[in-house]
C-alpha cells in the first residue's frame, strides 16, 4: 500500500533563506508524486507533480522538487522564501489501484517565513 | 471560469444530527473526489466518483456517511447521526478526465468545516 511520510510538522526560515520540505514515500507501484499547498481557509492548490518523466520536476511560484528512487523521497525546495509562501504543504502519491487517481497524503508542514 | 465550489462553508451540528454536504464540480468534469481532513491531519480519501457511478467508497468512515452524484454533476455528502469525531473539513476536489489518467490534476473546492458540539 502507499504511504507518505513528511519530515516535520512545522519548518521556519528567515525571508530569502532556502525552504526544504521533506517527503518519503511508500509505494508498492512506480509512484505519481505530487506536492499541495493550502492557505487558510481555501482548498488545495497543486504546485507540482512527478508523473515518471523528469526526475527534476519544477512547479509554480519557483518550487521545484527531485525524485530519488534510491531514497523514496521527493523533497521540495525553493531558493529564496518568501512572506507570501507562508502556508500548510502537503506531500501525496496516487494509489493507482482502481485505475483512478485516489492521493494519499501525508501529514502536512506548515511553513513559516520571518523577516 | 468558476472553480470548485461547496456549501456551506461552515456547519455546526449538534451531536445526533443529520448533515448534508454540498459539492459543485467544474463544469463539464467527470470524476469527482471526497476527502476528509481532521485538524492538524492531511486529507484522507472517502470516496471517488466517475460521472453518477460512485465506484469507490472505501474511505467511509461508517455507514452514517452516505454520498451521491445522480446527474452525474453536483455531490451531495451526507452524514447521518453525526458524532463528535466527524468534526472536520471535508474537500471536495473534481478533474476532467476519467480516473485511469492519474497524472491529471484534481481541483480541490475551499471545503466545508463541520463541527459537532
Known amino acids: 500500500a502507499q504511504s507518505v511520510t513528511q519530515l516535520g510538522s512545522h519548518v521556519s526560515v528567515s525571508e530569502g533563506a532556502l525552504v526544504l520540505l521533506r517527503c518519503n514515500y511508500s509505494?508498492?507501484?512506480?509512484?505519481?508524486l505530487f506536492w499541495y499547498v493550502q492557505y487558510p481557509n481555501q482548498g488545495l492548490q497543486l504546485l507540482l507533480k512527478y508523473t515518471s518523466a523528469a526526475t527534476l520536476v519544477k512547479g509554480i511560484n519557483g518550487f521545484e522538487a527531485e525524485f530519488k528512487k534510491s531514497e523514496t523521497s521527493f523533497h521540495l525546495t525553493k531558493p529564496s522564501a518568501h512572506m507570501s509562501d507562508a502556508a500548510e504543504y502537503f506531500c501525496a502519491v496516487s494509489d493507482r489501484v482502481g485505475g483512478y487517481n485516489k492521493l494519499i497524503f501525508g501529514a502536512g508542514t506548515r511553513l513559516a517565513v520571518h523577516p | 471560469g468558476a472553480g470548485v465550489s461547496q456549501s456551506p462553508r461552515y456547519k455546526v451540528a449538534k451531536r445526533g444530527q443529520d448533515v448534508a454536504l454540498r459539492c459543485d464540480p467544474i463544469s463539464g468534469h467527470v470524476s469527482l473526489f471526497w476527502y476528509q481532513q481532521a485538524l492538524g491531519q492531511g486529507p484522507e480519501f472517502l470516496t471517488y466518483?466517475?460521472?453518477?457511478?460512485?465506484?469507490?467508497k472505501s474511505g467511509l468512515p461508517s455507514d452514517r456517511f452516505f454520498a451521491e452524484r445522480p446527474e452525474g454533476s453536483v455531490s451531495t455528502l451526507k452524514i447521518q447521526r453525526t458524532q463528535q469525531e466527524d468534526s472536520a473539513v471535508y474537500l471536495c476536489?473534481?478533474?476532467?478526465?476519467?480516473?485511469?489518467?492519474?497524472?491529471?490534476?484534481?481541483?480541490f473546492g475551499p471545503g466545508t468545516r463541520l463541527t459537532v458540539t
Open positions: 509505494s508498492s507501484v512506480p509512484p505519481y
Open positions: 466518483f466517475q460521472n453518477e457511478a460512485q465506484l469507490d
Open positions: 476536489a473534481s478533474s476532467s478526465v476519467f480516473g485511469g489518467a492519474s497524472t491529471h490534476e484534481q481541483y
